[in-house]
């Protein structure tokens, strides 16, 4: 089955640190990568996408993530944090093709809390 | 951008009697909309599929007829969990794809923000 891990369950930081958040997908075939992030008692807010082209997405609050798809990886970064960017942080892959219209398999997430 | 508004924030409901959600989609017209579940410190498992006009398309394991959906125009579907127990508390949020980006398979879900379902 196809599946998302995300290596760290939380990652502490203190602020103005670089911060990277693991993810790994299960399979080579042709993926869209999604980054999204939960605030407490919220929904979802899209980080940044991989669709295409460039292998390193820009996406909003000063996140990147990179894609490799040798390694099936798709890591999050960010050179410096903040406080406010303390929240639950979910990988997610839809993989193309097949039954999978709109689909998206989500990673158990990351808790990033950053320390003052 | 678009937005998904979801209906209540969040419910206290005794055991045994039911529940209804609502999703709406207020800016654009969602003919496929997703329900997933969260329990604590877990990740989002997809519930089920709701699609405008036709019957929703459960995930395996998922009680069909304890989490009913019901799409029943572009804007709006309903999750109604029937005779709910404790053990169906839990987070619950919607999702849809706005249409008419480039595809679908690499268009973002948006998200709702929420139901705390809370079974006593």
């Known amino acids: 089955a196809q599946s998302v891990t995300q290596l760290d369950s939380q990652v502490p930081v203190f602020e103005e640190a670089p911060v990277e958040l693991r993810c790994n997908y299960s399979?080579?075939?042709?993926?869209?990568l999604f980054w999204y992030v939960q605030y407490p008692n919220q929904g979802l807010q899209l980080l940044l996408k991989?669709?295409?082209?460039?292998?390193l997405v820009k996406g909003i609050n000063g996140f990147e993530a990179e894609f490799n798809k040798s390694q099936t990886s798709f890591h999050l970064r960010k050179p410096s944090v903040h406080i406010s960017d303390t929240a639950e942080y979910f990988c997610?892959?839809?993989?193309?093709?097949?039954?999978?219209?709109?689909?998206?398999?989500f990673g158990q997430g990351t808790i990033l809390t950053v320390h003052p | 951008g678009a937005v998904v508004s979801q209906h209540p924030s969040r419910v206290i409901c005794k055991s045994g009697t039911s529940v209804k959600i609502e999703c709406r989609s207020l800016?654009?017209?969602?003919?496929?909309m997703f329900w997933y579940r969260q329990f604590p410190k877990q990740s989002l498992m997809l519930m089920a599929t709701?699609?405008?006009?036709?019957?929703?398309?459960?995930e395996q394991g998922v009680e069909k007829d304890k989490f009913l959906i019901n799409h029943a125009s572009l804007t709006l579907s309903t999750l109604t969990v029937t005779s709910a127990h404790p053990e169906d508390s839990s987070f619950y949020i919607c999702?849809?794809?706005?249409?008419?980006?480039?595809?679908?398979?690499?268009?973002?879900?948006?998200f709702g923000n929420g139901t705390r379902l809370t079974v006593t």
């Open positions: 399979s080579s075939v042709s993926v869209y």
């Open positions: 800016d654009f017209q969602a003919t496929t």
């Open positions: 999702s849809a794809i706005k249409p008419g980006t480039s595809s679908s398979y690499n268009s973002p879900l948006h």
């Open positions: 991989y669709l295409s082209g460039s292998t």
């Open positions: 709701s699609n405008e006009g036709s019957k929703a398309t459960y």
């Open positions: 997610a892959v839809r993989w193309a093709g097949g039954t999978s219209y709109g689909k998206l398999t």
